[in-house]
Every structure is written in C-alpha cells, then in structure tokens.
C-alpha cells in the first residue's frame, strides 16, 4: 500500500488533474498508479507532464529516451519505473530483452546508444559529478551539446519519478522487474 494516498480513479482525483490524467488515459489506454499519484499534486503532474512531452520533441529517439529510463531507475534501485520502462520498452520502443538487460548496466548494443546511456548512468550514480572527459565522450559518439543537455533533463526526470516513487512506494501496475542493486 502507497506510503502516499493515490486516487483509486481520474474521477477520484482533485479537479484539476482531471483533465490531464483524462489525456494519459487517452493516450495509454489506461492510467498508471504514477500518474494518479501525480495528481495529487496538480502542479507536479502538469509539470511533469510538460516536460515530459517537451523532451519528447527533443533529438533523442523514443528507444535511447527509453534506454536512459531504465539505466537511470536501475542506478536508483526503482522497480516501479523498471517494470514500466521495461514494459514500455517492449510495447513503445520495441527494444529486445537483451538491449534492456545492457541499458540497466548503464550500456547499449548500438554504438551511439551506448554512449548516451552509459553518460546518463555516470550523470544519475555520479550526482552530475561528470569530468570534462566524460562530455567529450559522449560529444564524441555523435552527440551535440543540446542533445547533452537533453541526455541531462531525462535524467532528471526519471530521477524524479524514481524518487516520488520509492517514497511513495507506489504499488506496481506493471509486470514486475525488480532492481539488482541501488547506489
């Protein structure tokens, strides 16, 4: 049981939210315990939300915006978003099982990839205590500074819903994945 009262329903969740988790539901076909529990805060669900959608007309695909979802929720030891990710993952992105297997070590079968998500594991376990190095690297697989920064805000945003999460211990209404380890 949630740490944090969540609405049992859109119906059930403060008016303003209504509409925006109306528009989840559209577009999943369903609204997952993270988004009713956003919604206790409408704010926060708009916000995340925004920014959410905001980055998805950013540079990075649907599969890397996925592979630093799930490297990002391994580092923080997040089964709520491991098991969505990797059910996204299939369904979404149609990543392999393999592919998600590496992106939870903080890699990736494709080249380009691999650098973004091992950048993006280094920036979530490291606090954003990154070296020159270590932007150059990933500069250096392909990636331009605004995609850096994109790399960046993605892990801010799934260190955000690790984190609301875990304190919440939200119960999982996805297939379950459970983390290997924490940082």
Known sequence: MSRIR?????????????????????????????FLLMATSPVSLEGHLGLFSALAKGKLSVQTRNRIALAVAEVNGCDYCLSAHTYLGQSLAKLSDAEMEANRDGRSQDPKANAAVHFAAMVA???????????????????????IVEIILHVALNSWTNYLNKVADTEIDFPLVKARQAA
Do not use: F, H, M, W
Not at 6 to 32: D, F, H, M, N, Y
């Open 6 to 34: 969540i609405p049992t329903s859109v119906e059930a969740a403060p008016a303003a939210s209504q509409p925006l988790l109306e528009a989840v539901r559209q577009q999943l076909g369903a609204t997952p315990n993270l």
């Open 125 to 147: 376990r490291e606090r954003g205590n990154v070296s020159g190095k270590d932007v150059e690297a990933v500069r250096a697989a392909g990636y331009d500074d605004g995609e």
